[in-house]
């Protein structure tokens, strides 16, 4: 009796040959800029964008690091802290680590999310993100960007599994704030503000800094009409941004021509007493 050896895609063999970078040193930057990144502060985040460039820098395939970056470029925008020039570097960045043509799985997913935020191209996005999700459906964090990537899209069913199923796998995970509060967010889409609520509360408290989750609380507290709840929460959001205005935020939004979800939002933040300029 004779056996055949099992076949073995090129693909494949791509994927297993696969490494984020030969060079040591760049490798080295990266995990700097990975553990530096976490504290969420300006400074902070700054210090991991220069070592990312470094890391660029001695390595100028390093898709892994470009993505990246350009993921830490859109934090930046959210917390009000980008400059034309940074946007403009993030979008590159990710188009590149696209256009590498490596199957790494968290490159493609903090690569789609810039896309979705920075350029709004949605549908390279979920394409993109789709892969990712395909190629390791048991990563926290392809499926976290997965879910934040559809809240962009406006598939909010689809974000609210894909950020459960994250939570799932690493419930401890260091940024498990972002998944609550993409879940937060999609509530808020759907007009589930009790949800919202709830998960809110939860980001909020796992991630302090992150200016996006008390937004999500001051809305939430608004819609059920505890004003004075979601009026504290503002005075807290402008302890940590204190130039937070509707003006602001509508500048910081991905969600800007998407009418019900940005239109929730805005109206949120007035109820809950955020100034206009």
């Not at 009000?80 to 493609?108: C, F, H, M, Y």
């Amino acid at each position: 009796m004779t056996f055949t050896q099992p076949s073995i895609t090129q693909a494949e063999i791509n994927r297993a040959q696969l490494k984020p970078t030969s060079n040591l040193d760049a490798y080295d930057l990266y995990l700097r800029a990975v553990s530096v990144h976490y504290s969420q502060t300006r400074r902070d985040l700054d210090e991991a964008l220069r070592l990312l460039e470094q890391a660029i820098s001695l390595d100028p395939g390093y898709s892994l690091a470009k993505a990246f970056a350009s993921s830490i470029h859109v934090v930046k925008v959210r917390q009000g802290w980008a400059s034309r020039e940074g946007i403009a570097r993030a979008v590159q960045l990710a188009r590149e680590a696209l256009n590498s043509g490596r199957d790494e799985p968290k490159t493609i997913a903090f690569a789609a999310l810039c896309l979705a935020w920075l350029a709004q191209d949605y549908g390279i996005a979920v394409a993109a993100v789709d892969r990712a999700v395909h190629l390791n459906p048991s990563s926290f964090d392809v499926l976290m960007r997965s879910g934040s990537v559809r809240n962009l899209a406006g598939d909010f069913d689809s974000a609210i599994d894909h950020f459960l199923r994250s939570i799932r796998l690493s419930p401890l995970d260091p940024q498990l704030g972002w998944a609550h509060g993409g879940l937060a967010i999609a509530y808020i889409a759907k007009g589930e503000y009790e949800k919202a609520l709830e998960y809110a509360r939860r980001a909020a408290h796992e991630m302090p800094q992150w200016t996006a989750n008390w937004m999500c609380l001051a809305i939430s507290y608004a819609y059920r009409g505890d004003l004075e709840a979601a009026r504290a929460i503002v005075r807290r959001i402008i302890q940590i941004r204190p130039t937070f205005s509707i003006s602001s935020f509508r500048a910081a939004s991905a969600f800007l021509g998407r009418a019900d979800p940005y239109g929730r939002w805005e109206h949120g933040l007035r109820l809950a007493g955020v100034p206009e300029e």
